[in-house]
C-alpha cells in the first residue's frame, strides 16, 4: 500500500505558523504580566500615600503586603509583619477574637469590620477600627483580601466592676433619620410605632430597620438595642 505524505511546503507552513502562534501567546503574556506589575506598582504607591494602614493578604490567609503608614506606626519592617507577623501587635485580649473574625470572614468570603488595639512604635496600644473586603483576580479565581486600618481617636472610659476601662468609639455609618430608627426601636417601639411617630409608611419604617440591620451586621433586635448603647445613641 502506498503511503501519501504531506509535501515539504505544507509541513514547513504548519511548522511557521505553529512558532508563530507560541511567539504570539508569549507576547501576550509578557504583556499581561507587564500589566500586572504596573497596577501592583501603583497600589503600593497609593497604598504608601494614603492617610490610612492599607494591608493584602493571599488566598492562603497570611499577611503579603502592608503599607509604610502601618509600618511607620508600628516601627517594624515589612518582613516583620507579614505572614502573621502582624498579629504580635495586636493586643492580648484582643488577639482571639481578632484572628477568629478575620479567618471566619476569610472562609466565608466577605467583608469584615474588627475594632482591635494595636501597638503603636512607642509601646502604647491604639485603637484600630480595621476593614477588609475579598478580592478576586480577573478570571474570577479567590486572591485573598484587602483592607485598611485607620487608628481611632477619643476613647470614652466605661465601667466593668467598678474599673474603667477605655474602649474605641464606635464608628456610627448611620443616617440622621436611621438614628432615629434606632432609638426608638431601643425605647421598645414597634414598627408601626415607629412609623407614626416619624410620619412615615409602615413600608419605609420597615425599610429603615432592615437597612440598619444590615448596615451594622445584626440579625436580632437586642444586638441592635446594644449597638446603640455603645454607640451612645441610647442609655444603658
Not at 488577639?95 to 466565608?108: D, E, I
Not at 415607629?194 to 437586642?222: F, N, P, Q, W
Amino acid at each position: 500500500m502506498r503511503v501519501l505524505q504531506a509535501p515539504e511546503s505544507h509541513l514547513f507552513e504548519r511548522t511557521r505558523d505553529l512558532r508563530e502562534r507560541m511567539e504570539q501567546l508569549e507576547k501576550e503574556a509578557a504583556e499581561a504580566k507587564s500589566q500586572a506589575l504596573a497596577a501592583d506598582l501603583r497600589f503600593r504607591l497609593v497604598a504608601d500615600a494614603a492617610p490610612v494602614m492599607f494591608w493584602m493578604s493571599g488566598p492562603d490567609s497570611l499577611c503579603t503586603f502592608v503599607g509604610k503608614p502601618w509600618l511607620d506606626f508600628r516601627g517594624r519592617t515589612l518582613e516583620q509583619e507579614l505572614g502573621t507577623g502582624w498579629l504580635e501587635g495586636v493586643h492580648p485580649d484582643d488577639r482571639n477574637v481578632c484572628f477568629s473574625t478575620y479567618m471566619t470572614a476569610f472562609h466565608q468570603r466577605r467583608d469584615f469590620r474588627l475594632e482591635y488595639r494595636l501597638k503603636r512604635a512607642d509601646g502604647a496600644y491604639c485603637w484600630i477600627v480595621d476593614t477588609g473586603v475579598p478580592r478576586y483576580e480577573p478570571d474570577g479565581s479567590f486572591a485573598g483580601y484587602v483592607g485598611c486600618g485607620v487608628e481611632v481617636d477619643g476613647f470614652r472610659p466605661i465601667l466593668r466592676n467598678g474599673t474603667a476601662h477605655s474602649v474605641a468609639p464606635v464608628v456610627n455609618p448611620l443616617t440622621c433619620r436611621e438614628q432615629q430608627v434606632v432609638k426608638l426601636v431601643a425605647d421598645g417601639k414597634s414598627t408601626k410605632e415607629i412609623a407614626a411617630l416619624l410620619g412615615i409608611s409602615y413600608k419605609t419604617a420597615d425599610s429603615h430597620r432592615t437597612k440598619i440591620m444590615e448596615k451594622l451586621r445584626v440579625h436580632e433586635t437586642a444586638s441592635l438595642v446594644r449597638w446603640a448603647v455603645r454607640a451612645g445613641l441610647v442609655q444603658a
